[in-house]
């Protein structure tokens, strides 16, 4: 027993010997503490990560697209919609990726102030991802943005390397101006089901008044 404990003692011994002669043959450093020029760095990086993750626009798939771009349903009441169409390999699309969607940020709380319909929508397509869906809709350049007014595609702004900030904010611009004053008959239209409720009310309100306001129905009753 004494043997066996010995021989598995001097085994552990030479082990973490061992363990040690290869950490210094890698000639590994020790941690030091960062300067406040790399904390200030740091810090600085960590707010425009968190910066660009509070403001993204919503991205769409072939089959989101075209359930509520180009194939909206009765219950989808936006009327125009802002869709860019990029790829993560153009260095334009990620030079206009936050801006845009700080853009699309301030337009939608501008304009949406409407309680059952949205003036504007906006909206991504990676084309690396659905590269089908970019072709289909005419996207020969990167990046490209369209829009669509009740499914049809009206306005279209093509990129490339000449595409920078202020041209995008112009032509937005333009767009928004056109969505701020369409008239209210070229909106969506109520559903019939939230004319009907609203109906229902009407009609319960005008029973509850008619009966609260005629004494002799009470007397009877």
Same mark, same amino acid.
């Given at each position: ?61 072939? #089959?989101?697209?075209?359930? @509520? ?15 860019? #169409?990029?790829? @993560? ?10 801006? #845009? ?20 929508? #906006? ?7 659905? @590269? ?90």
């Amino acid at each position: 027993m004494l043997s066996c404990s010995f021989l598995t003692s001097r085994c552990c011994y030479l082990h973490l010997c061992m363990i040690g002669c290869i950490a210094r043959a890698g000639g590994s450093e020790e941690l030091r503490p960062l300067s406040l020029i790399e904390v200030g760095e740091a810090k600085r990086d960590n707010a425009i990560v968190s910066k660009h993750a509070q403001v993204q626009t919503t991205i769409l798939s072939h #089959f989101t697209f075209n359930h @509520n771009v180009v194939n909206p349903s009765p219950q989808n009441h936006v009327l125009h919609w802002i869709v860019g #169409f990029c790829t @993560n390999a153009a260095a334009s699309c990620q030079e206009l990726s936050y801006p #845009f969607a700080e853009m699309a940020a301030k337009w939608e709380l501008q304009l949406n102030l409407e309680l059952l319909t949205l003036k504007v929508r #906006f909206a991504t397509v990676d084309c690396t991802v659905d @590269n089908m869906l970019c072709n289909e809709q005419g996207v020969q350049a990167y990046p490209t943005f369209h829009r669509y007014t009740k499914g049809k595609h009206v306005a279209t702004l093509t990129g490339g390397s000449g595409m920078d900030v202020e041209r995008l904010a112009t032509w937005l611009k333009m767009q928004m101006n056109t969505a701020r004053v369409t008239s209210p008959q070229d909106e969506w239209n109520l559903g019939d089901g939230v004319l009907d409720i609203l109906l229902v009310f009407g009609a319960l309100a005008l029973a509850i008044w008619a009966s609260l306001s005629n004494p002799h129905l009470w007397q009877k009753l």
